[in-house]
């Protein structure tokens, strides 16, 4: 069953448009937060937030490696050899990644 012009226009823009809207909604966000965090250095109220960058890695790598190699092994029976692989390839590589600064940094502080 075909298409009409006019459904394949729309199926065409609703992801334009989520798009848009989506980016329209984190520059307001981080509009906002730059005013607040402004007006807080200003009233000497703001206080720093202590972020850490190894329990960030951890927890960063191994969801990604979990979900790289799912995605790696899910596409490669579906596909086989094909760049649709790189959907899993590239999440495992970033995960490997993160989890070896996460390894490395650790040995390297101690």
């Known amino acids: 069953m075909e298409r009409s012009s006019a459904a394949q226009v729309i199926i065409a823009v609703i992801?334009?448009?989520?798009?848009?809207?989506?980016?329209?909604?984190v520059f307001f966000y981080l509009l906002w937060n730059h005013k607040r965090?402004?007006?807080?250095?200003?009233?000497?109220q703001y206080v720093r937030r202590n972020f850490n960058l190894r329990s960030f890695c951890l927890l960063t790598g191994?969801?990604?490696?979990?979900?790289?190699?799912?995605?790696t092994v899910?596409?490669?029976l579906l596909q086989g050899l094909s760049y649709s692989l790189?959907?899993?390839?590239?999440?495992l590589c970033c995960g490997v990644t993160f989890l070896i600064y996460f390894f490395v940094s650790g040995k390297v502080s101690s």
């Not at 191994?62 to 995605?71: A, D, F, H, Q, R």
């Not at 790189?86 to 999440?91: C, E, K, W």
Request: hydrophobic share 60%.
């Open 15 to 25: 992801p334009i448009v989520g798009i848009i809207m989506g980016s329209v909604v």
């Open 37 to 44: 965090t402004m007006l807080l250095i200003q009233t000497k």
């Open 62 to 71: 191994l969801l990604l490696t979990v979900i790289g190699l799912c995605l």
């Open 74 to 76: 899910f596409l490669s």
């Open 86 to 91: 790189l959907g899993g390839v590239i999440p």
